[in-house]
């Protein structure tokens, strides 16, 4: 089974920058990809970046894709979510989650985190 840790969210101004992190254990071979959503109050979970393990493909949401970047590192079994220009509408509880294929639709994935709290605000 996978777990799931993610941080680094917090408080951040308008036009600011912040990287959150996300540490996967107990992966194997058919988790193949890596994804964050996001999720605010009386919205649903949205999909914002994914990548897979092998090869590093990445596929971004239209909002965040000239903004946001998502990396990792097989080694540490770690994926980073590098947020940048970052706007209010950005704020939202955001989790890491890991599936078998790399896709939009959160219930495509698995496993999840346990969420972490990114509030843009002056």
């Known amino acids: 089974q996978v777990q799931l840790v993610e941080s680094g969210g917090g408080l951040v101004q308008p036009g600011g920058s912040l990287t959150l992190s996300c540490v996967a254990s107990?992966?194997?071979?058919?988790?193949?990809?890596m994804a964050w959503f996001r999720q605010s109050p009386g919205k649903e979970r949205e999909f914002v970046a994914a990548?897979?393990?092998?090869?590093?493909?990445?596929l971004y949401a239209d909002i965040v894709k000239d903004r946001f970047t998502i990396s990792r590192d097989n080694a540490k079994n770690t994926v980073w979510l590098q947020m940048s220009s970052l706007k209010p509408e950005d704020t939202a509880v955001y989790y890491c989650?890991?599936?078998?294929?790399?896709?939009?639709?959160?219930?495509?994935?698995?496993?999840w985190g346990q969420g972490t709290q990114v509030t843009v605000s002056s």
């Open positions: 107990g992966r194997t071979i058919d988790d193949a990809a």
């Open positions: 990548i897979r393990w092998i090869g590093g493909r990445t």
């Open positions: 989650a890991s599936g078998s294929y790399m896709r939009r639709i959160f219930n495509d994935y698995t496993y």
